[in-house]
């Protein structure tokens, strides 16, 4: 009756369980750690996309959406219903789930962040909590508690590399998360409307001025957030398998990316989810896997008491 | 109406309560209401602490199950494996959770808003995670077995009605305690750490001394129903005191109202006795709660208490104009 | 005589910005001291960096002769050191009498223990706390508000509330910054009977005020800032006629 809600998810793979089938007793030392930097790197790649999530938004409202996992879990599940019930090859179901998440996310800015007046950081975190929770709920009772399995998008022939192997679909990860990456620099950093949404957080009042309306850049970043997530959904979810209380753990962890880089500093984040994706991975190869989600908590506590700007970030001055 | 006067006077009330508290039990006509009242008890004194730390003093703590958790497997452990009596177990729980409070609370509480809130999140699951690794010592995820039954100074507290009345006392000292902390010195300078940090430091409050002091407190507030839980059910294990409660604890906080002692135990009362009348309520356990949160936050940010005695407040005012209004044509 | 308060080489810089720039200044006792300068000088910067709500760039703050620059603010304020805020910071969901008697915090020492527990001395003390609470809203004429929730106050009501609560930590040296922006004719004249009385109970005052008549009014001493610098000081007629201050308050071109 009382499952463990809260943790039950685990990624189902990596060097101590899952799908690389390799064998390592015919490994030495050295290629073992390649092994699981390879693994690390992959797992960060997905932790710094759902990073760039909690940024984007951050960037734009300096509020932290704590239902960002949840777009991470609808972009996984989405795509499963989109191969399932409509028959979609894989390509067309994942745009399909980005474009649902991007509404999602649309709908609760509207729906759930906007509405209060002049509200208070905690309840902006409760509401962003009362989401999470909500949207959780809601896809239990859509997909039910099952994991669903989607197939790797191009085969599960591991590709040799130095003694170590890499899954296809780890080139995908990284891949995406390259591209996304890129594109969310250009963007930001080249066109109106992204250096807009930048503006409208540090200057709300002169955002104004130039005649961009803060309401809709919000509205804006929680849509691009809901895609970024949405895509590590997609990219992840042949290797880790899609289940509706995935989206805790996959937030958690994303969030550390983003304190470990430095929130607000999009290279930090990404910076921030590879080192956590390799020292969670040696920790599990090396250490126990058991205590590997305990290891980036570790890693989270220590960096916000004695960095909370993050390795990257800088320190803004409060204002008296 | 009545909430209202006994805001004004706690004390009055708290007879009241003490009262409601005893003729409980002759209401209820069946034996499994006392189980959900105890339930309720246990939850109402984590809510009440909750209360004092995020309601009264406005920080906020996401990982509260983990000190709830601590006080059960503390004592569970030391029941279960080396036979100590409860009274052993809860003063060693208080001194070790009293201590970790201390230790982690001086470094948290210098953090704000969402760090703070993901710093007590991230706490609470390194404590989970122990919970369930450290099988040696908690039998893993499959839990804990054999903690012995309630036992005082060799009274045994073996019927649910008996550990109804112990629940209630442990729930009206707390309430006591709690009650004058708020009225005092200390509930103040709470209060003003909440409206103002700035204004409260130059003052002359000590404002990490008293976030400390009041994190710790309210950790030793869960500590007490971890102990009282793990010796009613005498079996635990981890799923009871992960993230999912943390938040539940955190929405009874909300629902009862921020920084209301009475309105704690209101939202820790209807949380915890929902799903126990409504069984459509199962499935969609998760989801209301999320919604309950969200509504609750944009219609009555100040609690649903609060607001419910807001709008009878304008209510009774209307009705006064109305009645001014309308005398001069009378 | 020896200053209460005393700054050497005080400098704050916000990147590029250097709101306080190597400032000495010197208050001394049982004066009335004003700070003026335009908007920008770096006023509010000066007490936030005395009280040490922000830390300074880099100097030093005597406080009767013993450095003060890196204690807590709290303990400052223990020493005898209080101010308010130009924009209000009153605890605004609590009573104007809570706010008040938080003021009292430090002359009283009610713990969570002996609180929790209501021993004897807490109750005597809570009672001794409460009535001089009510004189201190006596002396300031919010007597007749005592129980309204201060966030509900007229905007006047709550300076004058601030300046209440402040008093009633019995400061040695209470430091005001713009206590009546915002205020009309009237509310500004009592200001000025208010700061006048305070001056009675033996705290000296550091004024910051734009409101240039209430300055020359009440204060024997003025100071003026100008980007973080000290560029004049002296009797209130003195500046007046000063060539620096005009310039400053004028504009270069
Ligand atoms: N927290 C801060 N971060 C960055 N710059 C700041 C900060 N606080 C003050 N400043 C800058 O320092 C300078 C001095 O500001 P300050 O508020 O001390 O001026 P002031 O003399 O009090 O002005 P006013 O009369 O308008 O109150 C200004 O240029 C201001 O923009
Ligand atoms: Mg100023």
Redesign the pocket.
């Known amino acids: 009756m009382n499952r463990p809600q809260a943790l039950c998810y685990k990624i189902k793979w990596g060097p101590d369980t899952g799908p690389p089938r390799y064998d390592h007793n015919n490994m030495t030392f050295e290629q073992q750690i390649l092994q699981y930097l390879i693994t690390g790197v992959t797992v960060g790649s997905i932790y710094a996309l759902i990073g760039m999530g909690f940024n984007i938004i951050y960037n734009s409202t300096e509020i932290i959406n704590f239902a960002q996992g949840e777009f991470v879990m609808l972009g996984g599940l989405l795509t499963v219903s989109g191969m399932q019930l409509l028959h979609l090859p894989v390509p067309f179901a994942a745009i399909l789930a980005i474009v649902g998440v991007s509404l999602i996310g649309i709908t609760l800015d509207r729906a759930a962040i906007r509405p209060p007046k002049d509200p208070s950081p905690i309840t902006l975190i409760i509401i962003t909590i009362g989401a999470s929770i909500f949207i959780r709920g809601m896809s239990s009772l859509i997909w039910g508690k099952e994991p669903y399995p989607i197939p790797a998008f191009s085969g599960e022939e591991p590709i040799p590399f130095f003694g170590a192997v890499i899954q296809p679909q780890s080139v995908w990860v990284m891949g995406v998360a390259l591209i996304v990456v890129l594109s969310l620099r250009q963007f930001f950093g080249r066109t109106l409307t992204g250096k807009a949404m930048m503006a409208s957080a540090v200057q709300p009042r002169a955002a104004k001025l130039v005649g961009i309306e803060a309401s809709y850049m919000v509205l804006l970043s929680f849509a691009l957030s809901g895609a970024v997530g949405a895509a590590a959904g997609i990219v992840i979810a042949p290797m880790s398998m899609v289940q509706y209380d995935m989206g805790v753990m996959m937030g958690l962890k994303g969030f550390c990316a983003a304190i470990i880089g430095g929130i607000g500093h999009p290279l930090g984040v990404v910076f921030g989810g590879v080192i956590l994706g390799i020292v969670e991975s040696l920790g599990a190869g090396l250490i126990s896997s058991g205590y590997k989600d305990a290891i980036a908590f570790v890693i989270l506590l220590l960096m916000l008491f004695f960095r909370p700007q993050g390795i990257l970030g800088k320190t803004k ?4 | 109406m009545m909430t209202l006067s006994l805001m004004k006077k706690p004390l009055a009330g708290f007879v009241l309560f003490s009262i409601l508290l005893l003729l409980l039990p002759f209401t209820v006509t069946n034996d499994y209401y006392i189980n959900v009242l105890i339930i309720i008890g246990i939850n109402s004194i984590i809510v009440i602490g909750l209360d004092l730390l995020v309601g009264y003093t406005g920080q906020i703590s996401l990982g509260h199950a983990a000190f709830y958790g601590l006080g059960a497997y503390i004592t569970g452990i030391l029941s279960a494996r080396w036979a100590w009596p409860p009274i052993g177990g809860l003063l060693i729980s208080l001194v070790m959770v009293g201590i970790l409070a201390f230790l982690i609370g001086i470094p948290t509480l210098k953090l704000h808003g969402h760090y703070l809130a993901m710093a007590t999140l991230g706490l609470g699951i390194i404590v989970f995670i122990f919970f369930q690794e450290l099988d040696f010592l908690t039998g893993g995820p499959s839990g804990l077995v054999g903690i012995a039954p309630m036992s005082l100074f060799g009274i045994p507290f073996d019927s649910d009605l008996s550990y109804y009345y112990l629940v209630s006392a442990f729930l009206l000292a707390t309430l006591l305690l709690s009650i004058n902390v708020v009225r005092s010195r200390v509930g103040r300078a709470l209060r003003a750490i909440h409206g103002s940090e700035v204004a409260a430091s130059v003052l002359g409050v000590n404002i990490s001394r008293f976030k400390v002091g009041i994190f710790v407190l309210s950790a030793l507030y869960a500590v007490t129903a971890g102990w009282l839980y793990a010796h009613y059910i005498t079996f635990i294990s981890p799923s009871s005191f992960g993230f999912m409660f943390s938040i539940k604890l955190i929405t009874m906080v909300v629902i009862g109202s921020l920084g209301s002692l009475w309105g704690a135990i209101f939202g820790a009362a209807l949380l915890t006795s929902l799903p126990e009348f409504l069984v459509v309520f199962e499935n969609y356990e998760t989801s209301v709660f999320g919604l309950i949160l969200i509504l609750v936050m944009i219609f009555m940010p100040r609690g649903l208490m609060r607001g419910l005695e807001d709008l009878i407040k304008r209510m009774i005012d209307l009705g006064r104009q109305n009645l001014k209004e309308r005398s001069p044509t009378s | 005589m020896n200053p209460v308060l005393k700054t050497e080489g005080l400098s704050k810089h ?1 990147g590029g ?1 250097k ?1 306080l720039d190597q400032l000495d200044l010197e208050i001394s006792k049982g004066a009335i001291q004003s700070i003026i ?1 335009p ?7 000066l007490f936030n960096v005395i009280s040490n709500v922000i830390p300074p760039t880099g100097g030093e703050v005597l406080f009767n002769g013993v450095k003060i620059t890196r204690k807590q603010t709290h303990t400052i304020a223990a020493m005898g050191l209080t101010r308010t805020f ?1 924009n209000l910071r009153l605890f605004s969901e609590m009573t104007v009498l809570e706010n008040v008697m938080v003021g009292m915090h430090l002359r009283s020492k009610g713990g969570f223990f002996s609180s929790a527990l209501k021993l004897p001395w807490v109750f005597r003390e809570e009672r001794r706390i409460r009535e001089e609470s009510r004189e201190w809203l006596r002396f300031v004429g919010l007597h007749d508000h005592t129980d309204r929730i201060a966030g509900s106050l007229p905007f006047g009501n709550q300076r004058i509330l601030e300046l209440a609560r402040a008093l009633a930590s019995k400061p040695q040296l209470l430091m005001l910054d ?1 206590p009546a922006a915002g205020l009309n004719m009237r509310e500004t004249q009592d200001m000025v009977q208010l700061i006048s009385r305070i001056r009675d109970l033996d705290i000296t005052v550091v004024l910051v005020e ?1 409101d240039m008549d209430l300055v020359m009014e009440v204060s024997e001493r003025v100071t003026v800032l100008d980007q973080g610098r000290k560029i004049a000081e002296g009797d209130p007629e003195a500046i007046r006629k000063d060539e620096a201050v005009l310039k400053a308050y004028l504009g270069e071109e």
């Open positions: 001055g409060e204002r008296v | 916000f910005v709101a300068g908007n920008g000088a770096g006023k509010t910067t130009q713009e734009h």
